[in-house]
């Protein structure tokens, strides 16, 4: 099946400090989606983004599907950004199935 | 709208005790889902679900069962509970067959003694 490595494992960063987070996938895909998982275990989708470039607040997004990966940007960071950042793709032969990367732990401190 | 919902947050059984955790969604999703997530992994998709009377495994399916009766409902059951089984469980809803956001409800802390 397809593989998604996501990079850095562990990020610690100063408040209003900029960040980049990389997803990289094996195989091409349908689907490509990011999301935050809080401190209190909530996950919340922050883009669906299987190509191009998409921006909300101070999170941005980019996935250059030819070449099999995305970014996610945090800019000025702030404390409740902190938490896990997982990337999930859905492959082109596994129709409905998403794959999660194992994340990347953020932990902004004032 | 409430979005996803699950019930219940938290549960602990015994070995070979069998549940049913609860997934409901009022958004008029097509697509359910069913993860586990383990400690230091992601998501893995336990079954899944792209409309009434249609469901298929994911990447973990053993021990697990789903149906889907409704549209609103996508029930996960465990016949037979195992320790391997201790894991929050989150379920999902989205339009579009699975191709577009996903949303997620709170999660279900499960034990298994």
């Known amino acids: 099946g397809i593989q998604v490595e996501q990079s850095p494992p562990d990020l610690i960063l100063q408040e209003g400090a900029n960040s980049t987070l990389r997803c990289n996938f094996s195989?091409?895909?349908?689907?490509l989606q990011w999301f935050h998982q809080n401190p209190w275990g909530q996950l919340i989708n922050l883009f669906y983004?299987?190509?191009g470039t998409k921006q909300n607040g101070r999170l941005s997004a980019t996935t250059v599907a030819t070449e099999r990966y995305s970014l996610l940007y945090i800019s000025s960071s702030q404390t409740t950004d902190s938490g896990v950042y997982f990337c999930?793709?859905?492959?082109?032969?596994?129709?409905?199935?998403?794959?999660f990367g194992a994340g990347t732990q953020v932990v902004v401190t004032p | 709208n409430a979005g996803v919902t699950q019930t219940p947050k938290f549960q602990v059984l015994k070995t070979g005790q069998s549940m049913t955790l609860q997934c409901a969604q009022d958004m008029n999703h097509e697509y359910m889902s069913w993860y586990r997530q383990d400690p230091g992994m992601g998501l893995r998709l336990i079954h899944y679900?792209?409309?009434?009377?249609?469901?298929d495994q994911g990447e973990v399916p053993n021990g697990y069962n789903v149906s889907r009766s409704t549209t609103e409902d996508f029930p996960l059951r465990l016949l037979s509970a195992a320790p391997s089984q201790t894991s929050v469980y989150f379920c999902?809803?989205?339009?579009?067959?699975?191709?577009?956001?996903?949303?997620f409800g709170p999660g279900t802390r499960l034990t298994v003694t």
């Open positions: 999902a809803s989205s339009d579009g067959q699975g191709r577009y956001e996903q949303y």
């Open positions: 999930a793709v859905e492959a082109t032969d596994s129709w409905g199935k998403l794959q």
């Open positions: 679900s792209v409309g009434a009377g249609i469901t």
């Open positions: 195989d091409s895909v349908n689907n």
């Open positions: 983004i299987p190509s």
